[in-house]
């Protein structure tokens, strides 16, 4: 049966999966708060930039923003209509996603926290992981057009899973980058060659898709190319820590890798990549990872 499809936000993320679903055959409207992007898009892509009034009367609609507090803006002023599906690709708040679940269900409304993993290039080439959390039937009327831009869908639970996993998973990516960066100090001071001993991390137990990726393409070339602001990821790190002080738990890691991603300002961490976050480290030791 035929169907209609809407993107909000054609960010890093989303120009890239908004891309991809036109080739299940369905109408797909996009748009984005700077609208000259959207209508970039309908010609790159042969979507159709409409306005928000329109984008939200579409039966399945994705969104990918910065924050919760961005989409929740969005839906108070723009609700979506009665047997819509909202598929929340932003990587936010669990507890935000279970209040507008709650919120949109009395309007009919079905809300899937769906957040992504797999960065620009996993979105440009349609493989993004998503970890999904919600209503099961929800999940599976809107599983088909998902795996138009993903790799891997997994089912994770009720309302908030999803944003919960994908916290987690980028406090891990966060952990890996930083005690990588120790690691390579502690060689660097030693006269170590950095790139020789990266190739023999990257065929040893110690590796991970940082020392694999992020660390040769990004830091050690001092390119820092940005993808995914560091700003996001401090986000998604104190989504993280939330969640820990909410259950009560005592977990002091998370906790020190939360400070040591604070030392760029919001300001200049929304201007940064997360990689950039290592600078940090060198300022404070005064050796560089080159
Ligand atoms: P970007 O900053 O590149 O894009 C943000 C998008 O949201 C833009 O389209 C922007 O519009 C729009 N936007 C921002 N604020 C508002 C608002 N208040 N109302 C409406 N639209 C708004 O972000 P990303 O694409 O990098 O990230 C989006 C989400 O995906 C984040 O939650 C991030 O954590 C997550 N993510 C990012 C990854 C990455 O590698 N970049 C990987 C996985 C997840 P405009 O064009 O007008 O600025």
């Known amino acids: 049966m035929s169907h209609t499809t809407a993107f909000i936000g054609l960010g890093a993320m989303g120009w890239h999966m908004a891309s991809h679903l036109p080739k299940l055959g369905h109408e797909v409207w996009v748009w984005n708060r700077t609208p000259s992007k ?6 790159t892509f042969q979507t159709q930039s409409v306005g ?10 994705f969104s990918c923003l910065p924050t919760s507090a961005d989409i929740e803006q969005l839906i108070a002023m723009h609700p979506p209509k009665p047997g819509s599906i909202w598929i929340d690709c932003t ?8 209040i507008l679940s709650q919120g949109l269900k009395k309007i009919g409304v079905e809300y899937l926290d769906a957040p992504v993993s797999g960065q620009t290039i996993g979105a440009e080439k349609g493989t993004l992981t998503v970890m999904i959390g919600g209503d099961v039937d929800a999940f599976e009327k809107a599983k088909p057009i998902i795996a138009a831009f993903s790799g891997l869908i997994e089912y994770v639970g009720d309302s908030g899973s999803g944003f919960a996993v994908k916290a987690i998973n980028n406090t891990l990516m966060a ?5 990588l960066a120790e690691g390579l100090t502690v060689l ?24 694999e990726n992020i660390m040769a393409q990004r830091v050690l070339n001092r390119s820092f190319d940005k993808t995914f602001a560091l700003d996001l990821l401090q986000k998604d790190i104190g989504i993280a820590v939330d969640l820990i002080q909410e259950q009560s738990l005592n977990l002091p890691g998370m906790h020190l890798i939360q400070q040591q991603f604070a030392f760029f300002e919001k300001e200049s961490a929304r201007q940064l990549d997360f990689s950039a976050a290592v600078q940090g480290l060198e300022k404070i030791n005064q050796i560089e990872l080159r």
């Open 52 to 61: 928000i009034e329109k984008a939200v009367q579409a039966d399945f609609i």
């Open 91 to 98: 990587s936010g708040v669990p507890q935000s996603a279970q």
């Open 175 to 179: 952990t890996h980058l930083w005690a």
């Open 188 to 211: 660097k001071s030693k006269g170590v060659d950095l790139s020789a001993a990266l190739n023999c991390i990257n065929h040893s137990s110690g590796k991970s898709s940082i020392s």
């Open 38 to 43: 959207a209508d970039h898009h309908s010609v």
